[in-house]
T-cell receptor, first 112, second 119 residues
Framework: GQQLNQSPQSMFIQEGEDVSMNCTSS?????WLWYKQEPGEGPVLLIA?????ELTSNGRLTAQFGITRKDSFLNISASIPSDVGIYFC????????????FGKGMKLTVNP | EAGVAQSPRYKIIEKRQSVAFWCNPI?????LYWYQQILGQGPKLLIQ????????DSQLPKDRFSAERLKGVDSTLKIQPAKLEDSAVYLC?????????????????FGSGTQLSVL
């Protein structure tokens, strides 16, 4: 099946630092979604990207849909303790029966 | 707007027992999904409903898993009999109909999940 490679797998940063994470695939995706999941909760949608090259912001979060349509990245600026959680990329494959595929997640720890 | 509701939050059973999970999607969302999330992994789609019809159940282990959405609203997912490897969080999600408003239909909203432990 389709696989998304998400990196890094985990990060430990200090409050106030910026953090970047990315997601790559060997297949073309026509939509990228970024989710955040906190312990004991379901994933919450952060940003959705629909066009190659699209750059979208949501507060301190910025995400881009790669031009090759095989990658996406998410940046968090000026991190705060409540940014702690697991960040997942997810994408819809192009054509045919569209299915949302998730990466394995990136665990973010923010030290106050 | 109320979110996706799931129950129970936690369930502990012994292997070979049966278990059922319930989901109530966001009002007006025609598409409902069941995902399995094993510890340390991203969610994996088990089954997708559009109203009360199955759109995709290709990754559902049909020898032991079943799901239904009889009236196009609530849904139940059942495992019978359970195996140790079924221990996971079972997430329900919903979205607007994918046909009308493709972009809106691609935004999935998740419930808090049911954490299943099979001993």
């Amino acid at each position: 099946g389709q696989q998304l490679n998400q990196s890094p797998q985990s990060m430990f940063i200090q409050e106030g630092e910026d953090v970047s994470m990315n997601c790559t695939s060997s297949s073309i995706f026509n939509t990228w979604l970024w989710y955040k999941q906190e312990p004991g909760e379901g994933p919450v949608l952060l940003i959705a990207l629909y066009k190659a090259g699209e750059l979208t912001s949501n507060g301190r979060l910025t995400a881009q849909f790669g031009i090759t349509r095989k990658d996406s990245f998410l940046n968090i600026s000026a991190s705060i303790p409540s940014d702690v959680g697991i960040y997942f990329c997810a994408g819809y494959t192009q054509g045919g029966s569209e299915k949302l595929v998730f990466g394995k997640g990136m665990k973010l720890t923010v030290n106050p | 707007e109320a979110g996706v509701a799931q129950s129970p939050r936690y369930k502990i059973i012994e292997k070979r027992q049966s278990v059922a999970f319930w989901c109530n999607p966001i009002s007006g969302h025609a598409t409902l999904y069941w995902y399995q999330q094993i510890l340390g992994q991203g969610p994996k789609l088990l089954i997708q409903f559009q109203n009360n019809g199955v759109v995709d159940d290709s990754q559902l282990p049909k020898d032991r898993f079943s799901a239904e959405r009889l009236k196009g609203v609530d849904s139940t997912l059942k495992i019978q009999p359970a195996k140790l490897e079924d221990s996971a969080v079972y997430l329900c999600a919903s979205s607007r109909a994918t046909g009308a408003g493709r972009i809106l239909g691609k935004k999935l909203f998740f419930g808090s999940g049911t954490q299943l432990s099979v001993l």
